[in-house]
């Protein structure tokens, strides 16, 4: 009996190769795991910075207002508050509307190359 069956008296029908097969899938596995972790905690990330940063930032500007020695006024505050709401949409839309024209170019000059050249 060899030393590394698991039990005495019990043999083990599958071809050793077999289990090492197993092995490598295995160490596969926790690699791809590894991986989708990472993806997670990165989108985790992207979007707590593009959630925290239409806070963030009129927070730092009226801060930065302010230790430069200006007064805030109420009219300044919601006028430059009403400025950051409107900038907030272009902002957080420019990442989706950049990846959805490389996606349109790629696709697009995919097909045409594709196709040859007619003569008229």
Same mark, same amino acid.
């Given at each position: ?29 926790? =690699? ?10 990165? =989108? ?29 006024? $109420?009219?300044? $505050? ?21 990846t959805r024209m490389r996606?349109?170019?790629? $696709? ?13």
């Amino acid at each position: 009996m060899p030393p590394d069956d698991p039990e005495p008296g019990l043999t083990l029908t599958a071809p050793r190769a077999q289990w090492s097969f197993w092995d490598r899938v295995q160490a596969v596995r926790e =690699q791809e795991l590894s991986t989708l972790w990472k993806a997670f905690v990165l =989108q985790a990330l992207n979007s707590f910075t593009l959630n925290a940063i239409p806070v963030l930032v009129p927070v730092a500007t009226f801060a930065m207002y302010l230790l430069l020695g200006h007064t805030l006024t $109420a009219s300044a $505050a919601f006028t430059s508050l009403s400025l950051f709401t409107a900038r907030t949409c272009a902002v957080s839309c420019s990442p989706t509307g950049h990846t959805r024209m490389r996606a349109s170019h790629s $696709a697009t000059v995919g097909r045409t190359s594709a196709v040859p050249s007619a003569r008229l």
